[in-house]
T-cell receptor, first 115, second 113 residues
């Protein structure tokens, strides 16, 4: 069965600190996709990244970086030099080609960046 | 990026009435759209997959007669909450795929009083 686990329910860090959000997934499929979405207080979901299962290269986008490790079934997300505007709930998600493209979400990590 | 528009953003209705929520893909066609429900401080739970021109596929435990889904065109899916009750109060959000990426609407906050 598919499952996404975000063990960190809530994290608080002081502005400018780096923070890593953990994501562990389970799937029996060999072809799958991993996502990260940001949900600010306004409620909309903002797409951050998509990674397919065959691409284990780490990715960096500005202050954001992602570490995909198939060996540990993890897809962790790091924010460097955090800012107050980064405060939001972050969801890790999984989908695969064989399940009608359904996206399964983790429970989310609520991130507080303190000024 | 692709835009998915959801309307209304919020709605308050009386218990027993029905509410319709629209989800539109504005600059791409979507044969499949998805409807999620999110309770406060909870994750998004998939309710159903909306298929253009055919019946929706509901997740286990979701009442199809209560949550009516219609996907009449390649850019529009609607979710109707019938005979709403206070326990149906929640945040409903739709998504549509543009290629490999799923984009989400702004969400609809439903309050049933």
């Amino acid at each position: 069965a598919q499952k996404v686990t975000q063990a960190q329910t809530e994290i608080s860090v002081v502005e400018k600190e780096d923070v890593t959000l953990d994501c562990v997934y389970e799937t029996r499929d060999t072809t799958y996709y991993l996502f990260w979405y940001k949900q600010p207080p306004s409620g909309e979901l903002v797409f951050l990244i998509r990674r397919n299962s065959f691409d284990e290269q780490n990715e960096i986008s500005g202050r954001y970086s992602w570490n995909f490790q198939k060996s540990t079934s993890s897809f962790n997300f790091t924010i460097t030099a955090s800012q107050v505007v980064d405060s939001a709930v972050y969801f890790c998600a999984l989908s695969d080609e064989n399940r009608d493209d359904k996206i399964i979400f983790g429970k989310g990590t609520r991130l507080h960046i303190l000024p | 990026g692709a835009v998915v528009s959801q309307h209304p953003s919020w709605v308050i209705c009386k218990s027993g009435t029905s509410v319709k929520i629209e989800c539109r893909s504005l600059d791409f066609q979507a044969t499949t759209m998805f409807w999620y429900r999110q309770f406060p401080k909870q994750s998004l739970m998939l309710m159903a997959t909306s298929n253009e021109g055919s019946k929706a596929t509901y997740e286990q435990g979701v009442e199809k007669d209560k949550f009516l889904i219609n996907h009449a065109s390649l850019t529009l899916s609607t979710l109707t909450v019938t005979s709403a009750h206070p326990e149906d109060s929640s945040f409903y959000i739709c998504s549509a795929r543009d290629g490999a990426v799923a984009f989400f609407g702004q969400g609809t906050r439903l309050t049933v009083v």
